[in-house]
């Protein structure tokens, strides 16, 4: 039924592409920050002198000396980390018997990302997408200026937990946007590379400044314009419906009409009231959603416990990489910049495949493409040549991308998957098990000396989530479900459809037939099928 009412008003005319603008341009400040510790986590050039050699000019500063680079377990050693770049491993010194610390941190931003996404999947669908999202930026842009001033790691881990949380909670910001847009549009907008673009100016603003401190001041500076969308950007119109907001929704629907330049339907008052009722008929109790209505039932429970695993596949390796790349053969600010520029280059492709081959056709593709790439480097590896590491480089980087091409086509996937009134729920489970292959992400390439570890583990995942995609619904044209169909009920749900679709138009006064005949046949049938 909403889908047919907000083609009727438009479903990506001016309205839609500044809800676009306002909520989804966020991700790329958001991928910057889940980012940060890439370059934060960068060793400078470093050297260990012993104590009795007090000033530096003992020893020229150069990667050819005895003291470059070395752990002195024995004797006591005063650590100089080269000036031009500041980072939190030189700022709070995590090295030899600190370097553990690295990983951790990391890990523990992670596990505030997955905090986040527990709280941002239930807060979106309790208390509304606005809320939520807005929220999240607040507190980002807080606590990103905050966080410069850490005067120990333990201070810097805290604030990259609660930064954490605030990324993850913004994972509604997916799925706000897309409940506006029109079926033949969700493709194109869910693949805008927002968060590549951002990962792009994370790499020249590393290379340029070279300052963690700076970094984050800018990044909470630059987050907080955004804050004025709140001013500008309606609640969901789906998630008014279902919660029987109807005024609300009516206000939604005049504001999407008057900056599209059309008119409301006659019967969009009826139209909402009757998803609102038939809501309320499906939950007699009144109760709220929990994360433990998208594992009822077995096509359910498949198709959520499927679409977690391909996140946790695509989160632990796609930040498996990032966080691995300074232990990649190259320069570190030009492998990054390679890493996050060429991801450009799927936007396109990834465009073409959704809405020619489908969602879980293009994701499963693209993950058995990136384990081929994993597969490849194993086998060049196995060679052991070290001539061959810019070629095993490259072979990561274009992993890397694939992983993200895939990742692109299951967050629409995800999406399309399930109704509005679990929606925010569904893709909240779904990034917290994303954000538990976060935390293991920084370790894999951590693994010890093997360095044919950590692409065994990448390429084992990333064939089983290929497989668990082509497991899904194709999603492609259909319209997005907005309530959660009553098992065994299939029947009686049609009959009671096709009733509705007449007191729908009794009750606006046969104002359905102000629409043009294509639109009101399309409606109808829609409505049947979605019913």
Not at 76 to 93: A, I
Not at 151 to 167: K, L, S, T
Request: net charge positive.
């Amino acid at each position: 039924m909403l889908e047919d009412l907000i083609e009727s008003v438009g479903s990506s005319g001016k309205f839609q592409w500044m809800t676009v603008m306002l909520i989804m341009s966020c991700k790329s400040v958001i991928s910057i920050s889940m980012l940060m510790m890439a370059y934060g986590g960068l060793v400078p050039d470093w050297w260990c002198f012993p104590e009795n050699e007090k000033s530096i000019s003992a020893a020229p500063l150069n990667s050819s000396n005895r003291y470059y680079q070395v752990c002195n377990e024995t004797a006591v050693c005063s650590r100089n980390f080269e000036t031009d770049t500041k980072t939190v491993v030189s700022k709070f010194d995590l090295v030899c018997e600190n370097s553990w610390i690295k990983p951790t941190v990391t890990a523990i931003q992670m596990g505030g990302v997955l905090v986040g996404a527990l709280i941002g999947g239930q807060s979106g669908d309790m208390f509304g997408r606005k809320k939520t999202i807005y929220t999240a930026i607040l507190l980002h842009s807080i606590f990103n200026i905050i966080i410069a001033f850490s005067v120990n790691w333990q201070m810097f881990a805290a604030f990259r937990f609660i930064i954490g949380g605030c990324i993850g909670t913004f994972l509604v910001s997916v799925v706000y946007p897309l409940e506006f847009i029109g079926r033949k549009h969700r493709a194109v907008v869910s693949a805008i590379p927002f968060w590549t673009i951002g990962l792009i100016i994370l790499a020249l603003a590393s290379y340029l400044i070279r300052d963690w401190k700076t970094l984050h001041i800018g990044l909470g500076a630059v987050s907080s314009p955004y804050l004025l969308g709140w001013f500008i950007v309606p609640e969901s119109l789906r998630w008014l419906s279902t919660k029987d907001r109807i005024e609300e929704a009516k206000e939604v629907l005049d504001k999407i009409a008057r900056l599209n330049g059309t008119t409301v339907p006659e019967n969009a008052e009826a139209v909402l009231r009757k998803v609102a009722e038939m809501e309320k008929e499906k939950n007699r109790s009144g109760k709220k959603y929990t994360y433990l209505d998208i594992y009822k039932g077995f096509p359910m429970l498949k198709k959520s416990l499927c679409i977690q695993l391909i996140w946790f596949s695509c989160s632990a390796t796609s930040y498996g990489f990032s966080f691995g790349i300074s232990t990649f053969s190259g320069n570190f600010y030009l492998n990054f910049f390679l890493m996050s520029v060429t991801e450009l280059t799927t936007y396109f492709p990834t465009i073409y495949c959704l809405e020619k081959i489908g969602r879980r056709y293009t994701c499963a593709g693209a993950l058995f493409l990136a384990a081929a790439s994993c597969i490849s480097a194993l086998i060049i590896q196995a060679v052991n040549d070290a001539s061959r590491s810019s070629l095993i480089t490259g072979l990561s980087l274009l992993a890397k991308i694939l992983t993200g091409a895939g990742w692109a086509s299951l967050v629409l996937l995800s999406n399309e998957s399930y109704p509005t009134v679990v929606r925010s729920l569904g893709y909240g489970a779904a990034n917290t098990m994303a954000r538990i292959g976060g935390i293991l992400s920084p370790f894999i390439f951590s693994l010890g000396s093997n360095r044919m570890i950590p692409y065994i583990i990448m390429a084992v995942l990333l064939v089983s989530s290929g497989i668990c995609a082509l497991l899904q619904k194709e999603t492609k044209g259909l319209a997005l479900e907005d309530l959660i169909e009553t098992a065994g009920k299939e029947s009686e749900s049609k009959d009671r459809k096709k009733s509705s679709i007449y007191n729908i138009s009794s009750e606006s006064n046969g104002s359905i037939s102000s629409l043009s005949h294509d639109t009101r046949t399309k409606s109808i049938n829609e409505i049947s099928a979605e019913m």
